[in-house]
Structure formats: C-alpha cells, structure tokens
C-alpha cells in the first residue's frame, strides 16, 4: 500500500463499541500525504468527462473538494438534513441500525450531468447509494465512485449494484 495509508489511523470502539474507525485526519495534516491520497483518487478519472464532484458530509467534502480542484471541476455538497439554505431535494436511506436522511440543492447537479460521487470510508455502502440516488432523481448521471478507503470485509463492493465503477485507493 501507498505510504500515505501509514497515516491512516485505527480508532477502536469508536463512535460505538465495536467499531474500528479509519480517522483520515493525520493524513490530511500531513501535506505530502494529503497531495498522494487526493492523486490517488484523482488517477481513475483523469480520462473521463466530468462536469462536478459530489461529496458526502462531513469528510467526503474535505476529499471531494480537493479532488474537484485536482479534476479542475465544480464541488456540490450532499449534506445531512436542514443544513443545505435553498430548495432541497431529500432521501431517507436504511443503515443497520435505523435511517438516516441526506439532501442536495435541486439546482445543483444539471440533468444530464457527469457526476463523480466521493466519500472517505465505504462501510456498508448505505450512504454512497443515497448520494448516488439523489444525483440521479436530478437526471444526471453517475459515471463513478471514488473513496479513499474501502472496508472490504463489510461486502459494500459484493453487494453493489451500480453500473459505473467504484473506485477506492485503499482496501481493508
Ligand atoms: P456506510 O456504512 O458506507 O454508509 O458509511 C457511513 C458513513 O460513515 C460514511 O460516510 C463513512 O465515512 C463513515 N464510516 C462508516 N464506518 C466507518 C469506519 N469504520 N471508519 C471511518 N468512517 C466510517
């Protein structure tokens, strides 16, 4: 693995018992580091058209804004509910234990649009496909996935059903 994944940490039993979290923040103090995992999600789609990246609250913005810049692109926000001003569109989306709701401006991702859809750890893939669903009841289309870290023993990427590729720089 690249050597800005020594920078990932392992916090156990955090926010809950059980639960080994992937704490991305000394990889993004560290410049180097930060520049190396943002080029490593950056490397997939160099090729590709793309007309914004949509990040998920709260890391996937940190990620999916240096990577918009990186992709020299537009930023859109998928945000938790009640935080976005304007006119929203929102989705309630099953996690293991109860629901949650994610929401978009209306006015943010034109139809027919090439999204890229960005988030730093794929767990369970629950909010990544809400992300992708609220992108694509706008009309634009998803033309992939990036996170900068995959925990593959969760079964997210066996279980995925969407067309366009998931990319992630680092797997667990
Ligand atoms: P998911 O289960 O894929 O819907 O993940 C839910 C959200 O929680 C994602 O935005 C992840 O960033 C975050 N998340 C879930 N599990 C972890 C973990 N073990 N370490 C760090 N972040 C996590």
Redesign the pocket.
Known sequence: MPAWTDLIRDVPDFPQPG?????ITPVLADAAAFAAAVEAMAMPWRDEAIDAVVG?EA??FILGAALARELEVGFVPVRKPGKLPAHTLSLDYG??YGRDRLEIHVDAVPAGARVLVV??????????KAAIELVERQGAIVIGTGVL?E?GF?G?RAAWRHAAPLHASARY
């Open positions: 639960i080994l979290f992937k704490d998920v890391r996937g996690l293991e988030d730093d750890v794929l767990a369970t893939g629950g909010t990544l870290v925990l969760l997210a």
